[in-house]
Nanobody
Framework: QVQLVESGGGLVQAGGSLRLSCAAS????????MDWYRQAPGKQRELVGT???????NYADSVKGRFTISRDNAKKTVYLQMSSLKPEDTAVYYC??????????????WGQGTQVTVSS
């Protein structure tokens, strides 16, 4: 019904920047909240930040001031701009979205994840 595809991950040096994208497709009537999560090796998945349909954002304390979430509703895409990256930001980053389908059901969908590696 709804698919999410992330892109933009890669290897970057500490202090560098990356921008992740997550594009939604499928039988979408509207996309509500979109989130970015990350999971480092041996750790639980954690919420990085959230953006509402209206553009309101919320961030984990560990990324405040360094990461920015934005969205383009026309493109059904959410972005995660990451700056001043640290080795501890190394993780697989996942996009999550709550969407209302054309059939008016509400679904929660995950992307496949994209690897971000920050070298020291």
């Amino acid at each position: 019904q709804v698919q999410l595809v992330e892109s933009g991950g890669g290897l970057v040096q500490a202090g560098g920047s990356l921008r992740l994208s997550c594009a939604a497709s499928g039988s979408i009537f509207s996309i509500n909240t979109m989130d970015w999560y990350r999971q480092a090796p041996g750790k639980q998945r954690e919420l990085v930040g959230t953006i509402t349909k209206g553009g309101g954002t919320n961030y984990a304390d560990s990324v405040k001031g360094r990461f920015t979430i934005s969205r383009d509703n026309a493109k059904k895409t959410v972005y995660l701009q990451m700056s001043s990256l640290k080795p501890e930001d190394t993780a697989v980053y996942y996009c999550n979205a709550e969407a209302t389908t054309i059939a008016r059901s509400v679904v929660n969908t995950w992307g496949q994840g994209t690897q971000v590696t920050v070298s020291s």
